[in-house]
């Protein structure tokens, strides 16, 4: 094949990918969730933390770990949940924490009542560097509305969750226990995420199957610890640890 008839072939599937990505997306947002607690005697009631999103069989919700509240204020009735878009306003539905991964930044929840619209997993053979992805979820938060945003992404690298500083007194006392655990791989993306879009699916454009999970604070803490200024870069947690959360 000449040159140019690969660069029509490129051209081809970049318009392809570009004309499915509206209808992925438009399937994807139902099953995109706020994750938050509520208490009555508070104002706000409902207070954001950070995106999740739906599994298995419609009552399973996957989110980062570090979105999770440590404990609940028990004597104030407040409670764990998600939250859901509903018109103009929201909806909260109380979740139950039933798997906890502190390693990987992963948090497993359970919902009552009606199942909502459930995204399917990839594996982790789906992901290649160069990768075309998106994700969506709650950048700004409640801060405008719950309003799904939708953000492209390039994978731009499968590395190591974190490497050694090169100045030990850049290390924290929580890059020094990732350093004594097992190491595993985490995704690089050329992609704009904020600390609400933490818990956010990664997926694939055309198909919508998810490939990881977006972290905006934890990750980023161990990768960046020895740059002083922002990198806009965005990380992302591997699939195949979110269907080992499901399957303890």
Same mark, same amino acid.
């Given at each position: 094949?000449?040159?140019?008839?690969?660069? @029509? $072939?490129?051209?081809?599937?970049? =318009?392809?990918?570009?004309?499915?990505?509206?209808?992925?997306?438009?399937?994807?947002?139902?099953?995109?969730?706020?994750?938050?607690?509520?208490?009555?005697?508070?104002?706000?009631?409902?207070?954001? $933390?950070?995106?999740?999103?739906?599994? *298995?069989?419609?009552?399973?919700?996957?989110?980062?770990?570090?979105?999770?509240?440590?404990? +609940?204020?028990?004597?104030?009735?407040?409670?764990? @949940?998600?939250?859901?878009?509903?018109?103009?306003?929201?909806?909260?539905?109380?979740?139950?924490?039933?798997?906890?991964?502190?390693?990987?930044?992963?948090?497993?929840? =359970?919902?009552?009542?009606?199942?909502?619209?459930?995204?399917?997993?990839?594996?982790?053979?789906?992901?290649?560097?160069?990768?075309?992805?998106?994700? #969506?979820?709650?950048?700004?938060?409640?801060?405008?509305?719950?309003?799904?945003?939708?953000?492209?992404?390039?994978?731009?690298?499968?590395?190591?969750?974190?490497?050694?500083?090169?100045?030990?007194?850049?290390?924290?006392?929580?890059?020094?226990?990732?350093?004594?655990? $097992?190491?595993?791989?985490?995704?690089?993306?050329?992609? #704009?995420?904020?600390? *609400?879009?933490?818990? $956010?699916?990664?997926?694939?454009?055309? #198909?919508?199957?998810?490939? *990881?999970?977006?972290?905006?604070?934890?990750?980023?803490? +161990?990768?960046?610890?020895?740059?002083?200024?922002?990198?806009?870069?965005?990380?992302?947690?591997?699939? =195949?640890?979110?269907?080992?959360?499901?399957?303890?």
């Amino acid at each position: 094949m000449t040159l140019a008839a690969l660069a @029509g $072939s490129g051209m081809a599937m970049a =318009r392809a990918v570009a004309a499915t990505l509206p209808q992925t997306v438009a399937a994807v947002k139902p099953s995109i969730v706020g994750i938050g607690t509520q208490m009555q005697t508070r104002s706000p009631a409902i207070v954001f $933390s950070g995106t999740g999103f739906v599994v *298995g069989d419609g009552l399973s919700v996957i989110t980062n770990a570090h979105v999770v509240p440590n404990e +609940l204020d028990g004597a104030k009735l407040e409670k764990l @949940g998600i939250v859901v878009p509903e018109g103009a306003g929201v909806r909260f539905r109380a979740a139950q924490l039933v798997g906890l991964d502190r390693q990987h930044d992963l948090a497993h929840l =359970r919902i009552e009542g009606t199942p909502l619209p459930a995204l399917r997993l990839g594996n982790a053979s789906m992901a290649a560097e160069g990768q075309a992805l998106a994700f #969506t979820g709650f950048p700004l938060g409640m801060v405008l509305g719950l309003y799904p945003a939708t953000h492209r992404a390039l994978l731009a690298a499968i590395t190591p969750v974190m490497q050694p500083s090169l100045n030990a007194r850049k290390l924290d006392a929580r890059a020094v226990v990732q350093l004594q655990r $097992s190491p595993f791989s985490i995704y690089q993306l050329d992609g #704009t995420a904020y600390p *609400g879009n933490s818990g $956010s699916p990664l997926y694939d454009p055309e #198909t919508g199957q998810v490939l *990881g999970v977006i972290n905006m604070v934890f990750v980023k803490g +161990l990768k960046e610890t020895a740059i002083t200024a922002p990198s806009g870069i965005t990380y992302a947690i591997p699939v =195949r640890h979110v269907q080992e959360l499901l399957e303890r």
